[in-house]
Structures are given as structure tokens and as C-alpha cells.
């Protein structure tokens, strides 16, 4: 098992910036944000590897920045120029070296007009 906690999040005008974390118990192969709006599916918005390596969604490309520090086992997600439809409940999504997956249990973020 592993648990996760996450922080960050909150109410934002459009424009500003936010900074997400979220630390797991033990040592994590990958870990990611996904998020989720109102009627909408859950999406993958970055995803960072052991090594480094991170991939993005499209719509927050050169906006959103993940990162993670292994030696505390914690991913982070730097989120500028924010937009209102980057609106959502975020959750933090890893999986370890044995392939499973585990869930935080979610942040809202809110990016008002």
C-alpha cells in the first residue's frame, strides 16, 4: 500500500499561479496529476517518471511545471497563468514498481474569471 497526501489548491483569480504537492509513504516510480471539472471526465494533466522524464496534456503546456524530489517522495505541480477552465478537483495519481496505481484524494482548484 501506499498513502498519499496532497496540498495546494484553493481559489485563484485568472492569471495567477497555484502549487500542488503531494508526498507518498515510500518510493515511487511515476507519479501525476490528473483532474477532473464538473461533467467532465477525469484527464491526465502531467506525469513525471523516476528519472525525470514528464509528459503533459496540451492545454497546460508551457504553463504547468511537475517535478518531484525522490528523496522525499513527493511530486509537485506548478501551475502559472492559470485559466478558468483549468478548474477542477486535482488528484494526485502514482504508481509504483509493481505497477499500481493509487489515488490521492483530491484538491479543488478554482480559477475565477
Known amino acids: 500500500q501506499v498513502q498519499l497526501v496532497e496540498s495546494g489548491g484553493g481559489l485563484v483569480q485568472a492569471g495567477g499561479s497555484l502549487r500542488l504537492s503531494c508526498a507518498a509513504s515510500r518510493s515511487i516510480f511515476s507519479m501525476g496529476w490528473y483532474r477532473q471539472a464538473p461533467g467532465k471526465q477525469r484527464e491526465l494533466v502531467a506525469r513525471?517518471?523516476?528519472?525525470?522524464?514528464?509528459t503533459y496534456v496540451d492545454s497546460v503546456r508551457g504553463r504547468f511545471t511537475i517535478s518531484r524530489d525522490n528523496a522525499k517522495n513527493t511530486v509537485y505541480l506548478q501551475m502559472n497563468s492559470l485559466k478558468p477552465e483549468d478548474t477542477g478537483v486535482y488528484y494526485c495519481n502514482v504508481r509504483d514498481w509493481a505497477n499500481s496505481d493509487y489515488w490521492g484524494q483530491g484538491t479543488q482548484v478554482t480559477v475565477s474569471s
Open positions: 513525471i517518471l523516476s528519472g525525470g522524464a514528464a
